[in-house]
Nanobody, 122 residues
Framework: QVQLVESGGGLVQAGGSLRLSCAAS????????MGWFRQAPGKERDFVAA????????QYSDSVKGRFTISRDNAKNTLYLQMNSLKPEDTAVYYC???????????????WGQGTQVTVSS
């Protein structure tokens, strides 16, 4: 059974940091591209960051570039998102996603997690 389980969300003040984790099971994690997406209340789900299977290539949305870092540990089957200099507009439910053939997108991901809430207070 495939599972992606996010953790590490919470309430933080603006300027603070959080590290999200996504624990994967039920598939060969090291062969999948992985990504983070987020959905704020009343808005569509948006791309945040993605990483290739080896961790050697990454992509970021313009809104988080320079503040967030995506990484992975294939030995632990875990994806991470280090979030620094958080802003109130980063408040959202954060989801991880997996895709076998290329970087995950909203409409082309094989697996999704259930999400973890991140709330940034001003």
């Amino acid at each position: 059974q495939v599972q992606l389980v996010e953790s590490g969300g919470g309430l933080v003040q603006a300027g603070g940091s959080l590290r999200l984790s996504c624990a994967a099971s039920g598939f060969t994690f090291s062969r999948y591209y992985m990504g983070w997406f987020r959905q704020a209340p009343g808005k569509e789900r948006d791309f945040v960051a993605a990483i290739n299977w080896s961790g050697g290539a990454t992509q970021y949305s313009d809104s988080v570039k320079g503040r967030f870092t995506i990484s992975r540990d294939n030995a632990k089957n875990t994806l991470y998102l280090q979030m620094n200099s958080l802003k109130p507009e980063d408040t959202a439910v954060y989801y991880c996603a997996a895709r076998r053939s290329y970087y995950p997108t909203i409409n082309n991901s094989n697996y999704w997690g259930q999400g973890t809430q991140v709330t940034v207070s001003s």
